[in-house]
């Protein structure tokens, strides 16, 4: 089993910054794979940032240029650096992981830190 759990949400003004963590624990070979989701009310779960194959990563069009995604190895930490904060970036963020892939459908969720970004 693995076990994620995100810190570091809040209340932010426009144009401010944030750093989400993600722990992760249990199987580490289960957690190869690690990323970020988010969703804003009435709205699907988007991919954020997420790391692929041979450490490469992939942003959404939308955060390109404000956020950088990053991992401790040693740690087993994922982090989220959000810059240059928009209202619109307002969402609950959820961590991912996945053996293969955590782009598409990855096996394992944290329960999610809520980022509001107020005008």
């Known amino acids: 089993q693995v076990q994620l759990v995100e810190s570091g949400g809040g209340l932010v003004q426009a144009g401010g910054s944030l750093r989400l963590s993600c722990a992760a624990s249990?199987?580490?070979?289960?957690?190869?794979?690690m990323g970020w989701y988010r969703q804003a009310p009435g709205k699907q779960r988007e991919l954020v940032a997420a790391f692929t194959r041979g450490r490469s990563t992939n942003y959404a069009d939308s955060v390109k240029g404000r956020f950088t995604i990053s991992r401790d190895y040693s740690k087993n930490t994922v982090y989220l650096q959000m810059t240059s904060l928009k209202p619109d970036d307002t969402a609950v963020y959820y961590c991912a992981a996945d053996p293969t892939r955590v782009d598409v459908r990855p096996a394992y969720w944290g329960q999610g830190t809520q980022v509001t970004v107020s005008s």
């Open positions: 249990g199987n580490i070979f289960d957690i190869n794979y």
